[in-house]
């Protein structure tokens, strides 16, 4: 609105006449809008969702041949509870929990209740996908949410009389427009405190909830792309990933994960909540502008609970002096926080990753690519990190980054020649290692390869030196847990899987990893909600292969066959040739292989 004021409101209008009618075809009644939200109710909870999903439909086909930054993007809610009629309005918790379920939707997406995914799941042929149990505002208990995937074609409902005839409250809310903010320069305190010689850092101790708890905690928004050109995201988001990246190698600094601070992009959700969300003290926000070979970058230290600002900067540079704003906006903002520093980890911060700043762009534009876990993208991402080696044959991120692509393609089952393929890994890693000892990426990638080789002192040696490197790290502390959930070690790996979503609530590698732990020490809920939780966001196929047959296995320890059974056939579809005895064979005790193989067995698997 902001941006084009009449443009978006006729933008509204074309979607709303696109899916007004929508409702009516469906047996809904629009029961009243407000603003670019409304609310309607249905008879039927199998029309209601019927007609989110062409809801959605229709919005994608107006908006898919627009620009990005110009989609007016559904978010829809549904639910199915009592309500109070009054005149032509409903109240109630039935609305209530709708409205909620349209705030935890994701833009383009529909989400709806337990209530509702028990209707409807044998009636409509859709993708559901849980998004766990979520507390929201004026509603007493939990909400538990799933996912609706939205296909191309129309929903097949399958055979059978539908007679439920229940009042549903469907909310749906469009988000649009572009978020900005400017921050101003200001004057910033060093509060360094050096040291002598470093002294060996206390890997064990780290995951400890008293040591977690005593450290400041800080999140890194994405720092807005002001550069009038949305091709360079990658950049902006580059640069935040390193940002954290270098506050995580202060040892006395709690820095959230990108994965767990990213959603935030473009939010303007208030400092105070977006601090309770991600429960950190301070918040770090930026923007980049970037013109030919000159960069603008700003920064602010935001007190999350009160949103003071503690300190800001300005930063006018040459597009090759990045690294050194990095560096400087690392160290203002430990500085405004008080953080202790010894002299070991002030210069460790000032290494610089290349001289090319064109490799560095590769790498950024790989990262991306690898982030999205398909086959086409990690082999575009290999190609990327190559061409940064090319330019730059010393750049040891874009070793590490090659080599976690080659590992990658052989845990997902996209290589023919898997040993070679490791062997790769394993000396790209070894490369990136004698370039730059502090690269905690080839520590994590030769750890994956002696965790897939079951050796597993190997693994943990290798991690534990990511982790004196970047004791803040939640990919260091969710590859410890899972190294030791899959040596048979799982209370010893609990807490640092626990200690990995404290940094990372949305990592749903740890969360997967802890619904192994959970279930091999019988506590059966957690269980479940940890692969609730690492379902909820997107998962790669790897967390799948974890999450699903744990759930069934888990299921059917609790007496609940019926879910079991749904487990299990998720299971069938994806991985037809998985049995019960391979899946168990991968721990590293026969206490535990027993354990696995006695669940999943009960679970129905052969």
């Known amino acids: 609105m902001g941006e084009d004021e009449g443009g978006t409101h006729r933008a509204l209008g074309e979607l709303r006449r696109a899916v007004d009618p929508l409702i009516a075809a469906h047996g809904g009644r629009i029961v009243g ?14 029309d209601a969702l019927n007609c ?42 039935g609305v209530n929990i709708a409205a909620r379920l349209e705030a935890l939707a994701q833009p383009g997406t529909v989400c709806i209740s337990h209530t509702v995914y028990e209707h409807v799941r044998n009636k409509l042929d859709l993708h559901y996908r849980p998004l766990g149990s979520h507390r929201v505002k004026n509603i007493a208990g939990p909400v538990r949410a799933y996912a609706v995937g939205v296909a191309a074609a129309a929903p097949r409902a399958k055979r059978g009389r539908e007679s439920l005839v229940a009042a549903l409250a469907a909310a749906a809310i469009v988000v649009a427009g572009l978020v900005g903010w400017v921050l101003h320069a200001g004057a910033g305190r060093q509060l360094f405190e050096f040291g002598a010689a470093p002294k060996p850092l206390e890997v064990a101790s780290l995951a400890a909830p008293a040591r977690l708890a005593g450290r400041p905690s800080v999140a890194v928004l994405p720092f807005k792309n002001l550069s009038g050109d949305a091709g360079q995201d990658f950049f902006s988001d580059g640069v935040t990933e390193d940002v954290i990246t270098a506050l995580g190698r202060f040892s006395n600094l709690l820095v959230i994960a990108k994965s767990a601070s990213f959603p935030f992009k473009n939010s303007n959700i208030s400092p105070a909540e977006i601090g309770r969300l991600l429960d950190a003290r301070y918040l770090v926000e930026g923007s980049i502008r970037r013109a030919g070979n000159r960069v603008r970058v700003t920064a602010a230290l935001i007190e999350a609970q009160t949103g003071t600002q503690v300190w ?33 980890e002030q210069e460790r911060a000032l290494a610089k990753p290349t001289s090319s700043l064109a490799a560095y762009e590769y790498v950024l534009r790989g990262r991306d690519y690898f982030s999205h876990a398909t086959r086409d993208a ?62 905690t990426r080839a520590y994590r990638v030769l750890a994956d390869i002696d965790l897939f080789r079951k050796r597993y002192e190997r693994a943990l040696g290798q991690v534990d030196r990511a982790l004196e490197i970047n004791p803040s790290d939640a990919d260091n502390y969710a590859h410890r847990g899972s190294i030791l959930v899959w040596a048979g070690r799982a209370e010893d790996g609990l807490p640092w899987l626990e200690g990995a979503l404290r940094f990372d609530r949305a990592n749903d590698f740890a969360a997967a990893r802890l619904c192994m732990a959970n279930y091999f020490l019988r506590r059966y809920s957690e269980a479940v909600d940890a692969c609730d939780r690492a379902l ?33 056939a998720i299971v069938a579809h994806l991985w037809p040739f998985l049995d019960a005895r391979t899946f168990a064979a991968q721990f590293g005790t026969q206490a535990a292989r027993d354990r696995m193989l006695e669940g999943l067995k009960r679970a129905g698997f052969r």
């Not at 903002?333 to 002299?343: D, E, P």
């Not at 790897?542 to 749904?566: C, F, K, V, W």
Request: charged fraction near 25%.
């Open 378 to 439: 990690n082999d575009e991402a290999g190609e990327l990190f190559q061409r940064a080696i090319d330019l730059d044959p010393n750049y040891a991120d874009a070793y590490a980054a090659l080599g976690g692509s080659h590992y990658e393609a052989v845990i997902s089952g996209w290589s023919q020649f898997r040993e070679e393929e490791l062997e790769q890994a394993e000396t790209l890693a070894q490369k990136a290692l004698a370039l730059d000892p502090t690269a």
């Open 536 to 568: 909820a966001r997107n998962p790669g196929l790897n967390t799948q292969m974890i999450s699903h047959p744990m759930l069934a296995a888990t299921y059917a320890e609790m007496g609940r066959q019926q879910d079991a059974d749904g487990e299990r």
């Open 33 to 46: 809008t407000a603003g670019d939200s409304l609310l309607a109710d249905f008879s039927s909870v199998v």
């Open 52 to 93: 989110a999903i062409e809801m959605q439909r229709a919005a994608r086909e107006i908006n898919d041949p627009l620009p990005p930054e110009r989609r007016l993007e559904l978010r829809i809610g549904v639910n199915l509870g009592d309500v109070i009629i009054d005149g032509d309005d409903i109240f109630g918790d």
């Open 312 to 344: 800001s900067e300005a930063y006018d540079a040459e597009v090759d002096d990045i690294f050194a704003v990095q560096d400087n906006i690392a160290k203002r903002v430990v500085g405004a926080a008080a953080v202790k520093l010894t002299r070991f």
